[in-house]
């Protein structure tokens, strides 16, 4: 099992930057993979971004070139760097991690204001 907790979020215009962490209870070294997703209201949750135990990375075409994923297995922690933010970005941004069973953060809001 383990615990997520998202930080970062916030009210940004567009075109500004945020960082969202995402710090786990546990060591999160041999997890398979970790990432973000995103809900924004009337829509569903959507991938935004993954990175497997290996350093793979996955990314939504929507944010390619924008947001970056990494981890640090030192800090037991998953970071999400987004630039050049768009008010399509507004969403509770989710943190998530897959240990065969997916496990969920509460979630942060990132609003992007035109």
């Known amino acids: 099992q383990v615990q997520l907790v998202e ?21 999160i070294f041999s997890i398979n993979a970790m990432g973000w997703y995103r809900q924004a209201p009337g829509k569903q949750r959507e991938l935004v971004a993954l990175i497997t135990s290996r350093g793979t990375t996955t990314y939504a075409n929507s944010v390619k070139g924008r947001f970056t994923i990494s981890r640090d297995n030192a800090k037991n922690t998953v970071y999400l760097q987004m630039s050049s933010l768009e008010p399509e970005d507004t969403a509770v941004y989710y943190c998530y991690a897959d240990l065969s069973t997916g496990y969920w953060g509460q979630g942060t809001q990132v609003t992007v204001s035109s």
């Not at 930080?7 to 060591?27: E, K, P, T, Y």
């Open 7 to 27: 930080s970062g979020g916030g009210l940004v215009q567009a075109g500004g930057s945020l960082r969202l962490s995402c710090a786990a209870s546990r060591s």
